[in-house]
């Protein structure tokens, strides 16, 4: 995955100062219509919350409300996504191509990028349109067609901004343009040969737009168009896999647990945050290596994007680092390595994301949101704790100040961060005290970082700073969304054509040993973690994974977490990990610099995965207490 791809380049994302006249109007009502809808999500839930308190009663509806609004803003982020140039992408190959190529690259990928958009559009549109004929009503009397047509709508922008993304000038623009209606028309209309005769060459087409820069939906959207048109199968069925993934009950959950860590992020709690860590472990041998860990897996189990805590943090802790006599490249290595290791503990977007797709496949596996935040925390505490020892080990023999514990720093720090110190307690409280559902919870967990970060701390203000926040965070979250609804129809086809039971077979008759099959498991999920997004890796492999788990025995929650702690490995592997690429560009630094720097911490990270893997009771322990 590109680095592109969360922060935009500069040719592509510009500031919104920088945008005049209509655009900029535009701009501004897109954004506040999806800070809208992701202000009701949060609102909604909590309304909920009193009425059944106060009044045993609810909102009619209350909760296909609140999973459509997911539905919308997965879409209108995904859109926003694509006028910023923002669209989560894999190729890194348009980073080094220069003049004419390079453009080439651009209006290829975009072509392929947007022919591909508007097909889906169709399907959409199709699926309305069947939906529409059903006459099924969400509630007062509002027919669910009328929400369900954010579908196609915002296909038909994210095409149209692709389009406008592939080159800079309008000549390069019109290009594209041709070449999208002539591919439309001529695959939609007058197909030179029979379907299946074009799927082989669609496909490696498709793959040359991906290296070209093409987003990861793009890929996995198109595979699956591409195989539903070589079967003659009605495509309008990915879309209808899209709005079921997307409306899933518990997927809420995501962008609410996201905009907390987003609130956090904008707000000043990371240098709140690493004064406490540094009153409490400054004076250590490494510990600068200890604040730097812990901050890095706080941050990072709230925004689940490891990329977001290494663009936040790292300004904040490299000097830090740097002034306790730690070596650059130590210090970039574990800034670096760091960055991923939030993702096994609660509210990680992960763990909920592996809960929701393992219980659909699999719907005796027994995995639940609870059950996974509770198996991440032992094998999340074990890699944090054997990063802390490698930073230790890189430490200064004695502390670089020369002082001694002192409470009376101790005390004020903590007093001064003692309401977002409190927030994890506030989101587990809430979700394992009973009154509230895991989207509740989530609900409750954003509404209190959004109370202390303008109320408590004034961090942010309530009409300037916080909409701006809800969109970046819609932003970010329609990308992922996005990649889900397409993956979920490629997954569909795999499960439709017994990919799983074939690949059960197979795999069982070939290897006899839970143990090996186990050692080969890490060396596939290393492999995917090279070649796929965690999230897109999420939906489309853990349907194949599953079954072949059961089959040797192994609890779905423990495969689960060595899935997840292998890819969270796979974010450091040479040289396609997204954390390489966020490290450079956030420090200024070669991506072989980088890479070079973080050998140490993926060898750490193996041994710990490795521990995880063969010692099941550090994943299985704690869920064993819920029922």
């Known amino acids: 995955m590109s680095s592109e791809a969360l922060i935009g380049s500069p040719e592509i994302a510009r500031p919104e100062a920088e945008v005049t006249g209509w655009r900029r109007w535009l701009r501004q009502g897109e954004n506040l219509a999806v800070s809208l809808a992701l202000g009701a999500m949060v609102l909604l839930p909590l309304t909920e919350i009193v009425l059944r308190k106060a009044f ?169 168009l591409i195989f539903f048109w070589g079967e003659e199968l009605p495509i ?121 797709v393992a219980s659909s496949n699999v719907k005796s596996s027994g995995v639940t949101i ?79 970082a959004l109370i202390i970060e303008t109320i408590v701390y004034k961090d942010l203000k309530l009409t300037r700073d916080v909409p701006r926040v809800l969109s970046e965070c819609a932003l970010l979250v329609g990308g992922v969304l996005l990649i889900l609804g397409v993956a979920l129809g490629f997954t569909n086809y795999l499960v439709d054509a017994q990919i799983p039971s074939r690949g059960v077979e197979w795999v069982t008759q070939a290897i006899h040993s839970k143990y090996a099959f186990l050692l080969v498991l890490n060396l596939f999920l290393l492999a995917v973690g090279c070649l796929m997004d965690i999230f897109s890796a999420i939906v489309v492999v853990v349907p194949l994974l599953v079954p072949l788990g059961v089959a040797y025995g192994i609890d779905p929650i423990h495969l689960g977490i060595i899935f997840l702690a292998n890819l969270e490995l796979g974010l450091l592997t040479p040289t396609v990990g997204i954390n390489l690429f966020l490290s450079s560009y956030r420090f200024n630094k070669p991506v072989l610099e980088v890479t070079r720097a973080v050998i140490p911490m993926q060898i750490v990270l193996l041994i710990g995965v490795l521990l995880i893997t063969y010692f099941p009771f550090l994943t299985t322990f704690l869920p064993s207490f819920l029922k």
Request: hydrophobic residues 55%; glycine residues 10%.
């Open 370 to 448: 609870e059950k996974m935040f509770l198996a991440g925390l032992l094998p999340g505490l074990l890699l944090v704790i054997l990063t802390c020892i490698w930073g230790i080990s890189q430490g200064q023999k004695r502390p670089p100040s020369g002082e001694s514990f002192s409470w009376k720093e101790v005390r004020p720090a903590i007093w001064e961060a003692k309401w977002e110190l409190a927030l994890p307690v506030v989101a587990l409280v809430a979700l394992f005290g009973g009154f509230a559902t895991p989207v509740e919870a989530a609900a409750v967990t954003a509404f209190y």
């Open 236 to 356: 309008a069925s990915i879309s209808l896999t899209h709005y079921s993934m997307v409306t899933n009950p518990t997927l809420p959950t995501i962008p609410l647990f996201t905009l907390a860590g987003y609130l956090l992020a904008e707000g000043g709690a990371s240098k709140r945050l690493v004064r406490v860590f540094q009153a409490l472990f400054g004076q250590l041998r490494g510990g600068p290596a200890i604040v730097t860990v812990v901050m890095c897996a706080f941050f990072t189990s709230f925004t689940g994007a490891s990329g977001v805590t290494i663009l936040a943090l790292g300004g904040l802790l490299m000097p830090v680092l740097i002034a306790a006599k730690y070596t650059e490249r130590s210090a970039l290595g574990l800034l670096t390595g760091s960055g991923g290791l939030g993702l096994l503990f609660p509210p990680s977007l992960p763990l909920i994301l592996f809960a929701i």
């Open 56 to 224: 045993q009663t609810g909102i009619v509806g209350g909760s296909q409300f609140l999973q459509h609004f997911t539905l919308i803003i997965g879409l209108m982020g995904g859109a926003l996504a694509a006028r910023d140039g923002r669209l989560l992408s894999l190729s890194t190959l348009s980073n080094f191509l220069r003049g004419r190529w390079r453009a080439f690259a651009r209006i290829a990928s975009g072509t392929a990028a947007a022919t591909i958009t508007l097909f889906l559009c169709v399907a959409a549109w199709q699926f309305v349109m069947s939906e529409r004929e059903g006459g099924k009503i969400l509630a007062y009397d509002i027919p669910i067609w009328v929400i369900q047509m954010v579908l196609p709508v915002g296909f038909c922008a994210i095409a149209m901004r692709l389009i406008w993304r592939s080159a800079d000038s309008w000549a390069a623009r019109l290009i594209t343009l041709c070449g999208v209606v002539a591919l439309v028309f001529w695959l939609g209309f007058r197909p030179p040969m029979e379907p299946e005769k074009w799927v082989v060459p669609l496909m490696v087409s498709l793959l040359v737009a991906m290296a070209l820069g093409a987003p990861i939906f793009v890929m996995l959207g198109g595979a699956a």
